[in-house]
């Protein structure tokens, strides 16, 4: 059973930076694309970013030109960084991955608050 593990969340000013990651506990070879997703309370579940395995990168509007997503294929890891963040990217943050058979894993989620 794979399992996905984020850390790096916390609690940030308005303007700040957190990097998120996301520990996989098999090779993201494994997976044809990896991902992060978010949930605000009262919200739906929304994709904030993906990376293929070839490394195409696609964001959600709200977030592009602040958030890089990235891959570590020798640590199993996939990263989040967050720069110039905003009250309304408070969630709690899942890392996703969408397998060969297009099965979908998440993590458990790793909470982000951003303070204005």
């Known amino acids: 059973q794979v399992q996905l593990v984020e850390s790096g969340g916390g609690f940030v000013q308005a303007g700040g930076s957190l990097r998120l990651s996301c520990a996989a506990s098999r090779s993201l070879f494994s997976f044809k694309t990896m991902g992060w997703y978010r949930q605000a309370p009262g919200n739906q579940r929304e994709l904030v970013a993906t990376i293929t395995k070839g490394g195409s990168t696609n964001y959600v509007d709200s977030v592009k030109g602040r958030f890089t997503i990235s891959r570590d294929n020798a640590k199993n890891t996939v990263y989040l960084q967050m720069n110039d963040l905003k009250p309304e990217d408070t969630a709690v943050y899942y890392c996703?991955?969408?397998?060969?058979?297009?099965?979908?894993?998440w993590g458990k989620g790793t909470l982000v608050t951003v303070s204005s």
């Open positions: 996703n991955a969408v397998d060969w058979y297009n099965d979908m894993i």
